[in-house]
C-alpha cells in the first residue's frame, strides 16, 4: 500500500499542471459558498444575538385584569415550553419608595415580580424573602451596591402607617435589561403589599389594625411567562391563551420574523450548494476518469509490475483526496483574505460579535470532511475505470 501511495503521489505532483486545475476548480466553487456561509452566520447570529441578550425577549405578559391561583400558575411551570413562570400583582400596586436604610434620598420605582429562574435576575439564582435586586438606574439614583440593606415602603389611603419592608440588595442588573427605575423581589413581597393596600392587618410589619389577614383569598391579576427558547415563544403564548382565554403580549412577531429570516437564509443557501455540488462533481468526475484515461500506461505497468487490480482502483482515489486536502487549503486561505476584506469594506460593527463573516471551528471541520467526502465519491468512476483497465490489452493497444 505504501508503495501505492508513494507511486500516486509522485505521478499527481509530476503533473502539477492537472493537480493546480483541480484544486482551482474546488476553490471556485468552495470560496463563494464559504463566503455565502460566513455571511449568514454573521449576520443571523447578530440579530439571534441581540435577541437572546435580553431576557425579556423571551418574556409573555398577560393582559387586563385576570384571576389567576397558585394551581393555575403550578400547571404552567409544568409545561415543557416554560422557563420560568410567576405570578403578578394588580397593576395599580406597581409602585413603592425605596431607600437605603438610614440614608436620606428616596426614589419611586416599580416593584415586579421574580423568583428562583428568573432570566431577568441572572446570574442570581433567585431572591430570598427579604432580597431584592434593582435596576441599573435605581441603584446609580440612590448609590447602591450588592449588600446594602435597603427598604420598601408604601403609603395607602386611610392606613395611618407606612409599610415598611426591609431587604437586602441582593444585585443589581446587568446594563440595558431593565429600562428606569425598577426593584425585583419575590412574588411574596408583592402579594404582602397587595395585602396591605387590602386594608389587612400586618402586625409583624407594624399595621395592627385592619381585617385578618388569614381571611384572605389569595388571587393574582396576572402572570408573567418565559419561554425556554426562541422558537417555542409564539406555541407557549397560543397555549396560554387558549388555556385561559386571555390575551398576552409578547415579542412574537419580532422572534418569528427573525426566525424565518433565518430558515429562508438557510434553505437559500441549501439550494445554492445544490446546484453548485452538481457543476463541481460533474467537472471533477470527468477530470478524475479523464486522468485515469490519460494514464493507463502507468496503470497497465503497475499492473504488470504485481499490484492488484483493487489496489489499482485505489490510485484516483488517493490522487482525488490529496487533491481535495490542497483544494480546502487554498479555500480557507482566500476565505479569511476575503472575510478580512469584508470586514474593512463594510463598517458593520459586527467585528466585536464574531464579524460580519463567520465560520466557527467545529463548522470548518464540517465542511472540510464534507468535501473530502464529496471528492472522494466524485473519483469512484475514475476508481471503476482503473479497476477496468486490463495491463495486457492497453500495452497491446501502445505497441
Known sequence: MRLLVTLALRALFRDWIFLLCNVAVLAGVIVPLLVLYGVRNGVYDALIGDLMSNPATLQID?????????????????????????????????????????????????????????????????????????SPALAAQLGLAPGDRVEIFTQAENRPRQLVLPARLAGVLPEGRLDG?????????????????????????????????????ESFEGMRVYASALDRLAPLQDRLEARFGIRTQARTAQVTSVLALGRNLGLALALTVAVAAAGLAASLIFGFWGEVVRTRRTLANLGLLGLPQWQLSLFPVIQALVTAVAGLFVSFLLFHLTAALAERLFETGLTDRGGLVSVSAGQAATIAAAVIAFVGCASLAAARAALATDPATVLREET
Not at 425585583?184 to 408583592?190: G, K, Q, R, S, V
Not at 392587618?201 to 389594625?209: F, K, M, R, T, V
Open 62 to 134: 398577560t393582559a387586563g385584569n385576570q384571576s389567576f391561583t397558585p394551581a393555575d400558575l403550578a400547571e404552567v411551570q409544568g409545561w415543557e415550553d416554560v422557563g420560568f413562570a410567576t405570578l403578578k400583582t394588580r397593576s395599580i400596586f406597581d409602585y413603592v419608595n425605596v431607600r437605603a436604610t438610614g440614608g436620606r434620598g428616596r426614589q419611586e420605582a416599580l416593584i415586579a415580580p421574580s423568583g428562583r429562574g428568573d432570566p431577568m435576575i441572572a446570574p442570581l439564582p433567585g431572591l430570598g424573602a427579604d432580597e431584592v435586586a434593582v
Open 181 to 217: 427605575r425598577v426593584v425585583m423581589a419575590d412574588i411574596a413581597m408583592l402579594d404582602l403589599i397587595e395585602a396591605f393596600y387590602d386594608g389587612y392587618a400586618l402586625p409583624e410589619h407594624g399595621i395592627d389594625s385592619g381585617k385578618p389577614l388569614a381571611d384572605r383569598t
